[in-house]
């Protein structure tokens, strides 16, 4: 089977020499019908003269008016034209010098179309040493029927429509070469482009995405062919580094806590111990469980989340309900702290959200909060409508974040600098979790930080413009 690139090119020739083909065709016929059409209308105008010279004689003799030698200038318009007078039974009744002893042809149909009152047209390709074009005009004098024939060479007419279709195929032909070597060329130029883009193509690999497609260094469909390509492999690649980092992080932090439940267990296996002691290992150990199940949930619910399913059905609930309620859960563990949880809500009128992904989210917030907030401080959530739209706001009165890190914060598994230091427990998956909730529910979290020194997280509702 032959290539596309062969395809092209085939086709491409094909319809080219149909065109050409067809154009030229249509040209020498053209030419033909002019140069006959020529031909035809100064034999018809030398018929018309003779015959109107014929209905002048007033029963004189019949003849072809003719100058006689020597007597007046060369006619042009006779020149080369072989004219006859014929009665209406077909006998010749004169005829011009130059026919001689020969006659035009005078057939029975000719005589019909004749007695019909019919022009006649007819080409004699065998009359003379050269073929002839002859028009037959019936004339009616004094109640007898005439006719007057004039016939000229289609030798010059036939030469003409020869170099004409010499010219034509030599035209056709050049044009063909140089359209079938620029169309060859061009796909040739194309394909080498397409080809070595393939080829690069097939070496990219799971272990070799930081490599590009070759641009053909065109602005032309290829070149935006293999930008577009170029963009999505690094699109791709950043995704796989994003898994590949998230793997990594992932099976540090569970390599972790189950390295401390084994040892715990192994431990505690060595020699017998007392029920108390047995007690407090398994209560040991089943706060790692804990731990663990926690953080497989989270991997879970940022698993479904990129693979774009949602949490659940939407269950609107008020917002400042909703508010009310997070803080009411979290006042114990605050108030073993000495921290207050402060709600200012500055909404003129009710806001319904979707309580699942707001409530998990602010209860998120609010627990971050806690962590890094000092003892006898507050933590202030602040509802208020914007041009944007409806914001919920956590500001604590902690050391705030620092700015090298802020682009990082809702990374998974990045934890800050206390953090990494074991200050604050947990596992970085807190922010990157509630960032691709509100994400998956078109809404987002921007961090900063307060004028009052502490971070301040201001999350951006969807649907409360």
Known sequence: MLSLRRRLVLIHLLATVATVGATAVGGWWQLSRSVRGQLDSALLALADTEVGMLADTSGAAVRVHEAAAGSAPLSLTRLDRLVQIIDGNGRVLARSANLGGDKLPVPARLLAQLAAGETAFDTLPDAREEPLRMVSVPALVDGQRYAVQVAGSLDDADHILQSAAILFAVMATALLALVGWAGARLSRQTFVAMENIVDQARKIGDSSLDRRLPHPGNDDEIGHLVDTLNAMLGRIEQAFEVQRRFTADASHELRSPLSRLRTEIEITLRRPRSNEEYVSALRSCLAEVGGLTMLVEELLMLA???????LGQVELASLSMLAQDTISRLNAPAAERRIEILL???????????????????RNLLENALKFSPADGHITVRLQRGAAGVTLSVEDQGLGIAEHELPFLFERFFRGTGARAGEVDGVGLGLALSQ?????????????NASTGG???????????
């Open 304 to 310: 479904r989340l990129d693979a774009g399913q949602q």
């Open 344 to 362: 200012q809500d500055e909404l003129a009128e009710p806001v319904q959200v979707d309580r699942a992904p707001v409530s998990l989210v602010l």
């Open 436 to 448: 691709a909730i509100m994400q998956a529910y078109g809404g987002r979290i921007d961090a900063a």
């Open 455 to 465: 971070a301040r997280f201001t999350l951006y509702l969807p649907g409360t413009a």
